[in-house]
């Protein structure tokens, strides 16, 4: 009797322990078969460039090609719903960006929450966005501007790449907590509204770093300040806005998202994979060539990122009164 229940007991424990091992020996051959990064803008932005930095390092990491796979549209939604519907085997990744914590406020029905529906699997970088304006408009400060804003209300245009984008709500940001008024002008992209801003048909931006340094550099535009807290190694010279606009901070940050129910042990191998990113030389190098700073951490950290950001922007969203369309 004594026998037949320990003999029992033991098939009850293999039982238990079958799923995880299946589990780990899963993890282990993952990936088996090439992965798709989907990317939510156009390509050539800063998103898909890391993207693709990220999905080249992961390749040669795992032995599979991570190929990034660009469905432009809705600010990030149309990639986020197709990650969101996709099977959760961790073959297919979203490449995350500030619209995943914007989106939610802006947009008045989502078929899907973003924290409730995708797993964050690790963050890649935070880079700050860069104050320009038009070499015409005479200013060459943030005080100077503030003051040029509120003596002529209807001259100031402001670029963006698009209703809700992270220039717009910088921008927005900004003339909340500084009163400097400005008018937003949309764009399809990054790239046409920095077209207009060299042209002097708008007259300012905040733009992400690695779409503006070159501009900059080629005098092409005015660089005012960055929109980080601290002042940033790509621009060393520019001070923050913060200087002159207390507590102001604005970001454009990117990782990796995979469908809610992907395995732990999936997510986690990515997440290691992408950290070892930041201890390797030639990485480290490429990042920093970005202008931003590494987001290395666990999966609950970037959930924690996406989390507050949610919440920040969300009260922009709101006070600003912001509409997608």
């Known amino acids: 009797m004594i026998?037949?229940?320990?003999?029992?007991?033991?098939?009850?424990?293999?039982?238990?322990?079958?799923?995880?091992?299946?589990?780990?020996?899963?993890?282990?051959?993952?990936?088996?078969?090439?992965v798709?990064?989907?990317v939510g803008l156009a390509a050539g932005g800063a998103t898909d460039i890391v993207a693709r930095l990220m999905g080249q390092w992961l390749s040669e990491r795992l032995g599979q090609q991570f190929v990034v796979e660009n469905r432009?549209?809705?600010?990030?939604?149309?990639?986020?719903?197709?990650?969101?519907?996709?099977?959760?085997?961790?073959y297919t990744l979203l490449a995350v960006s500030p619209g995943a914590a914007i989106n939610g406020a802006l947009y008045d029905k989502l078929s899907f929450d973003f924290l409730r529906d995708v797993a964050p699997v690790a963050?890649?970088?935070?880079?700050?966005?860069?104050?320009?304006?038009?070499?015409?408009?005479?200013?060459?400060?943030?005080?100077?501007?503030?003051?040029?804003?509120?003596?002529?209300?209807?001259?100031?245009n402001m670029a963006s790449a698009g209703i809700g984008s992270s220039n717009h709500l910088s921008g927005e940001l900004f003339k909340l907590m500084s009163g400097a008024p400005m008018t937003h002008v949309p764009y399809r992209g990054a790239a046409p509204a920095l077209t207009d801003l060299i042209g002097g048909q708008v007259?300012?931006?905040?733009?992400?770093?690695?779409?503006?340094?070159?501009?900059?550099?080629?005098?092409?535009?005015?660089?005012?300040?960055?929109?980080?807290?601290?002042?940033a190694e790509a621009l060393?010279?520019?001070?923050?806005?913060?200087?002159?606009?207390?507590?102001?901070?604005?970001?454009?940050?990117w990782g990796i998202g995979a469908p809610?129910?992907?395995?732990?042990?999936?997510?986690?191998?990515?997440?290691?994979?992408?950290?070892?990113?930041?201890?390797?030389?030639?990485?480290?190098a490429r990042l920093s060539e970005l202008g931003g700073a590494g987001l290395a951490g666990p999966p609950a950290g970037f959930e924690k990122l996406i989390a507050d950001e949610t919440e920040k922007?969300?009260?922009?969203?709101?006070?600003?009164?912001?509409?997608?369309n």
């Open 3 to 34: 026998s037949s229940r320990r003999q029992f007991l033991r098939l009850a424990a293999g039982a238990v322990a079958l799923p995880a091992v299946a589990r780990g020996a899963w993890a282990q051959a993952y990936p088996s078969r090439p």
């Open 36 to 38: 798709r990064i989907i």
């Open 72 to 90: 432009p549209g809705a600010n990030g939604n149309i990639a986020t719903e197709a990650v969101v519907n996709a099977s959760a085997d961790g």
């Open 123 to 156: 963050g890649i970088l935070r880079v700050p966005n860069v104050m320009a304006v038009s070499l015409p408009l005479p200013v060459k400060t943030v005080p100077e501007f503030i003051a040029y804003a509120k003596a002529n209300p209807n001259k100031i």
């Open 203 to 231: 007259q300012v931006i905040f733009s992400a770093v690695p779409s503006t340094v070159e501009y900059i550099k080629a005098g092409k535009v005015r660089a005012l300040a960055v929109t980080s807290t601290s002042r």
């Open 236 to 253: 060393p010279d520019l001070p923050t806005v913060a200087e002159f606009v207390p507590g102001y901070e604005a970001s454009n940050w």
């Open 260 to 284: 809610k129910s992907t395995p732990a042990a999936i997510v986690d191998k990515l997440n290691r994979e992408i950290n070892a990113a930041f201890a390797d030389p030639k990485m480290k």
């Open 313 to 324: 922007w969300g009260r922009v969203i709101r006070t600003a009164n912001i509409k997608a």
